[in-house]
């Protein structure tokens, strides 16, 4: 199946290329909107919140405390929650695709998961300038990002090609899918701290596999300290049953899908 995929590497390539490109075909500043909006989130988050609302973390004295944490959520979250929610529709997408064309079909989650990664990393790139001239870099240990980041990507994967597979036969899989997401973006603490939570609430974070994930990059980018470990074994453990039940379920079932399109 890899080797299959390998040999369609141009074809994922060009096909991200494409992609890019059409996001800017047209306009006037060409690529200069790929920085453009999320420099403006960035701008919103530090400008809003740390010079006119000013909200607080407990235990943080820096006037941008909050903004990193919010970015470091929002932008952890809206990785998974945009390669999740493409992931579960692509294959429906490029019916026709897959109809006229002969290609490994994992071509399509590939392309979609490269295409976002490339697009956090130009964000993440501006996120981490903001934290290099406000004083607030966290050194040598944003590196522990790395790890965590490969943790959420092999989850993203997982459920979302199993989720993508199984939305060709059940296609309220895609709509109940952004239904969830909506609802796990505010059970997660990303806007707000869970230091102010009960204890109770705090005990059921614990089985929300994204908040170990959101909260170590919280760690390393407000506190410039290594995560915790050992919490990510949780997320892991999610990620290799997803991995698992992905990769099944779209070995058994996509002689059917082109049919069932």
């Not at 050194?139 to 060709?168: R, Y």
Request: glycine content about 6%; proline content about 6%; aromatic content about 16%.
């Amino acid at each position: 199946m890899l080797r299959d995929v390998w040999a369609f590497r141009g074809f994922i390539w060009g096909s991200v290329k494409r992609e890019f490109q059409t996001r800017w075909q047209g306009t006037q500043f060409g690529p200069i909107w790929i920085v453009a909006n999320p420099l403006a989130t960035i701008f919103i988050f530090t400008v809003i919140f740390a010079n006119i609302m000013r909200p607080s973390l407990p235990g943080h004295d820096s006037p941008y405390a909050y903004s990193i944490y919010l970015c470091a959520g929002v932008l952890a979250w809206n990785l998974f929650s945009e390669l999740l929610s493409r992931c579960v529709g692509i294959f429906v997408e490029h019916g026709n695709l897959l109809k006229k064309m002969h290609f490994p079909k994992l071509v399509l989650p590939i392309m979609v998961i490269t295409s976002g990664f490339l697009n956090f990393c130009i964000v993440f790139a501006l996120f981490l300038l903001f934290l290099a001239f406000s004083g607030n870099f966290p050194g040598w240990i944003v590196f522990a990002t790395l790890p965590v980041l490969a943790v959420q990507m092999a989850l993203t994967a997982g459920l979302g090609m199993f989720l993508g597979t199984i939305n060709v036969f059940y296609r309220d899989v895609q709509q109940s899918t952004a239904l969830v997401l909506q609802f796990w973006f505010w059970l997660t603490p990303i806007v707000y701290a869970a230091s102010g939570l009960p204890d109770s609430v705090k005990s059921a974070l614990e089985w929300n596999p994204m908040w170990p994930l959101i909260r170590a990059y919280q760690t390393i980018f407000l506190e410039h300290k290594a995560p915790d470990w050992l919490g990510l074994a949780f997320p892991v453990a999610v990620a290799v049953v997803f991995m698992f039940l992905g990769v099944l379920s779209f070995h058994r079932l996509q002689g059917e899908i082109v049919d069932e399109l």
